[in-house]
């Protein structure tokens, strides 16, 4: 019977093929993201501005205040013990929509919200709204994680969050918000 050994280098990519074989689903983030009735603790809650009608889902997100994780797949950081976060509900028919999403420790956290217009869990500049925390400009790619974030203390923190829709070719909020 003969062993067979890893070299060094397969042994250091085990840890990237362990986070190849989380099934992934989009309940991750979703039970760490949830907030409790009468649960202390950090946590944002998010005043949703500028929706454009009353269909679909508004899924926030919460990330780590860096560049390289902003907006990463949710398997590669919870597989790296990273911070994500998921809160995910229908979109309210009326009145102005407030979600809370409990967060890990007081800090700086990237904030996305998409609302998913047509329920596929999945962002399309063409019909669906984006937002951010902090409320960057938005161009053509993804905005840098320090302009999508805010800052949580130890109990609930209030943010608002402005959608943006696509306008011709470019996205931005659907009404002028200095006037």
């Known amino acids: 019977m003969s062993t067979v050994t890893l070299a060094p280098f397969a042994t250091a990519a085990l ?3 362990a986070a190849a074989t989380i099934p992934s689903t989009p309940d991750l983030g979703k ?3 949830q907030c409790r009735p009468g649960e202390k603790g950090p946590a944002f809650l998010v005043d949703v501005e500028g929706l454009k009608d009353r269909t679909g889902n508004l899924k926030l997100e919460v990330y780590p205040d860096n560049n390289k ?3 990463e797949d949710d398997n590669i950081l919870i597989s790296a013990g990273k911070t ?3 809160v995910e509900v229908p979109v309210p028919a009326t009145g102005t929509p407030e979600l809370c999403i409990r967060l890990p420790a007081p800090g700086t956290y990237a904030v996305s919200l998409l ?3 047509n329920e596929d ?3 399309n500049w063409t019909r669906d709204g984006i937002g951010f925390a902090g ?6 790619g993804k905005p840098k994680a320090s302009k999508a974030s805010a800052v949580a203390g130890n109990g609930l923190t209030r943010i608002t ?3 943006n829709y696509q306008h011709g070719l470019g996205v931005a909020p659907l009404h002028d918000r200095t006037k």
């Open 15 to 17: 840890p990237l093929l």
């Open 121 to 123: 869990r999945k962002f």
């Open 135 to 140: 409320n960057p400009r938005l161009g053509w």
């Open 31 to 33: 039970a760490e993201g």
């Open 161 to 163: 969050i402005v959608l």
């Open 69 to 71: 994780d902003f907006l």
């Open 84 to 86: 994500f976060r998921r």
């Open 115 to 117: 609302h998913d217009r």
